[in-house]
């Protein structure tokens, strides 16, 4: 009897699995956190009602939300107060590779000053859930020039976000690429490989696993996945839907969303059982809403 238990229970995973993938949908209950970059801010005021629609569509309950602070604060009340709605957390997203350098501190700290004004004057409803950091270091002429000077200045910027966002009482989140586990530092914060000391001093990473296939983001991610299981931290696994000239395995921008969504229900299979893997984010809103099927 237990043994044709095990058998119907097995035959039901793999109905289950199969509709998933027939479909080309990604199932919200079967991964934690299903996210996606909000770039053009202008959207939450011209088209607030079809992004909103898209997101619950697509079973979105997470956003990364550049921050424009040229908008008003009620803009942003309306839409995060609508998002919350719909189950929608939404998250202060900011950075820059100029972070790094050293008049970089002042857009950090113009970003977490208007955080703590805007919290400060919405009801919770309203409010951001946390902070997600972009600033992508190896972007800035220094990585090249100095790279363990910029290293350093870049750590030097997550621990002064790390105090800030707790003053706040909101989480910090940062995006990193896949292979920050091949790059060491040796500097006043200790010597190691950069991913795990990330890993180590933010609440949660979205790791910019641009490739096109299950398995190539799988391997890319492992090494963060298995550490930061042991040091009881999450992982979100991030995938690109734009053009790229990067290389042709880069983006599922060519094959289309049922495809892209048949490669994530792979991943999020594979990493099922791994406490640390916490769902995946899809780079950008934008693109994805023009993807084709």
Request: charged share 20%; aromatic share 10%.
């Amino acid at each position: 009897m237990k043994r044709q238990l095990k058998v119907w229970t097995a035959l039901i995973v793999i109905m289950i699995s199969s509709l998933a993938l027939s479909s080309g949908k990604v199932d919200a209950m079967s991964i934690q956190e299903k996210a996606t970059w909000l770039w053009d801010t202008s959207l939450i005021m011209d088209d607030q009602e079809k992004i909103l629609l898209f997101l619950e569509h697509n079973d979105v309950n997470k956003v990364y939300l550049q921050i424009d602070q040229g908008i008003a604060s009620d803009d942003y009340k309306h839409f995060i107060s609508n998002a919350s709605d719909k189950g929608i957390r939404i998250y202060a997203l900011d950075g820059a590779a100029s972070w790094v350098s050293a008049e970089g501190s002042r857009s950090q700290d113009e970003l977490f000053n208007w955080l703590h004004t805007y919290n400060e004057n919405s009801t919770e409803s309203e409010q951001f859930s946390g902070i997600h950091l972009d600033v992508e270091p190896y972007l800035n002429s220094g990585w090249n020039l100095h790279q363990a000077q910029t290293i350093e200045s870049y750590q030097t910027l997550i621990m002064k976000a790390s105090e800030k966002a707790s003053q706040l009482q909101l989480t910090l989140e940062v995006d990193m690429p896949f292979w920050f586990d091949e790059v060491p530092y040796y500097n006043e914060f200790g010597k190691g490989l950069l991913a795990d000391w990330v890993i180590d001093h933010v609440d949660s990473v979205t790791i910019m696993a641009y490739r096109d296939a299950a398995k190539d983001i799988i391997t890319i991610v492992e090494h963060e996945i298995a550490y930061a299981s042991t040091m009881n931290k999450s992982i979100v696994i991030g995938v690109e839907t734009g053009a790229s000239e990067e290389g042709v395995n880069i983006t599922f921008y060519d094959n289309g969303e049922a495809f892209m969504n048949e490669q994530l229900i792979l991943v999020q299979q594979h990493f099922s059982n791994n406490d640390a893997f916490h769902g995946v984010a899809i780079h950008y809103v934008e693109n994805w809403m023009t993807m084709r099927p």
